[in-house]
């Protein structure tokens, strides 16, 4: 085995080749972008610093992910499950109080494309691990024990083997097809209604991303509308309050929400897919972080989902600038 600096800085190439990977199984595993961060620096850590009781290179992937399973374990310990707004009540009226925000930690939160998907790969099984981001199926997985969520990751998403998770969770392959059987038992009562949506960011994805910006921009709601499926939903965490379908969507963006006419929205990517980055006039002759919308869209073309994210911090994760300039905006 190499030794001295040599071998340190070999170490930490190969242990940085897995973090994007990495990073993806934490998020599912966890549901929030900034603690899978942490889990995953924290695995890079604990890996680094046992380096040399690591026997061969080719066992660096399966014992990366055995750490980053317990640290993942280990932050999973409390009894709080992260949610979407739609899993917690039926949708509001748009003009009923928002109310006390809920605690971070009580929602799923987004992730930035850039830290979860390859920059390259293979087309489908990049298109299959984005539908696998999707804020429906992450909070899904939440309703799983921790265990039976690393053996579905696993194996469902990262195609691992059944005895190749037995080893790295350290119990049988009888018990691991045991897990996944009742976690795809759970999970098909959620009814995800997974096959709806695209799994790929692709060209009529941006064209339609980049129509909500301009609708979005000018508050044109009759532009905005045409965007929609009649389903429509439209969250805004931290808040509970979620509202569905058109009219009344348009009716909480002219009313509660009224305060955003005349912002500035950046096209992004989350969670496998396309989304926004809104910011409000700051009163000082720019506009300040409000909110990361993930935008959820339908096979027919339409936005399913409009999810408003209220956490300012989220837009240094996702590489956004801390403010736009007045006469640059837009």
């Known amino acids: 085995m190499l030794t001295g600096f040599d071998a340190s800085a070999q170490i930490e ?47 660096l992937k399966s014992w990366l992910y055995r750490i980053a399973s317990n640290v993942c374990f280990d932050m999973l310990q409390g009894p709080q499950r992260r949610a979407q707004p739609m899993d917690l009540g039926p949708a509001s009226a748009a003009d009923a109080a928002l109310g006390e925000g809920l605690p971070e930690h009580a ?43 690393a053996v579905l990751i696993l194996r469902e998403v990262l195609r691992w083997q059944a005895t190749e998770v037995a080893e790295l969770l350290e119990t049988s392959v009888a018990s691991v097809n045991s897990a996944l059987q009742r976690a795809r038992a759970t999970l098909s009562e959620l009814d995800l209604d997974a096959a709806d949506g695209p799994s790929s960011v692709d060209a009529e994805q941006q064209d339609l991303l980049a129509r909500y910006v301009d609708a979005f921009e000018r508050y044109d709601m009759t532009a905005l509308v045409a965007l929609l499926r009649e389903d429509a939903s439209f969250s805004m965490p931290p808040f509970p309050l ?89």
């Open 13 to 59: 190439r190969e242990l940085e080749t897995h973090r994007r990977a990495l990073t993806g199984y934490c998020y599912r595993m966890l549901g929030s972008g900034s603690e899978a961060e942490d889990a995953v620096q924290e695995t890079m850590v604990r890996a680094w610093k046992a380096a040399d009781r690591l026997e061969t290179r080719a066992a």
């Open 107 to 149: 929602w799923v939160q987004p992730i930035a494309d850039a830290r979860v998907v390859p920059a390259d790969g293979d087309p489908a099984e990049v298109a299959a691990g984005r539908e696998t981001l999707r804020l429906a199926f992450v909070a899904a997985l939440q309703h799983l024990p921790a265990r039976q969520r």
């Open 242 to 330: 979620w509202v569905q379908g058109p009219d009344s969507i348009v009716a909480f963006m002219t009313g509660t929400g009224a305060k955003c006419e005349g912002s500035r929205v950046l096209a992004t990517s989350a969670n496998g897919g396309p989304a926004a980055a809104i910011y409000n006039d700051d009163g000082e002759g720019g506009y300040a972080p409000w909110a990361i919308v993930v935008v959820e869209t339908g096979s027919d073309g339409r936005i399913s989902g409009l999810h408003h994210f209220l956490y300012p911090e989220l837009f240094a994760e996702f590489g956004l600038p801390p403010r736009l300039e007045r006469e640059h905006a837009g």
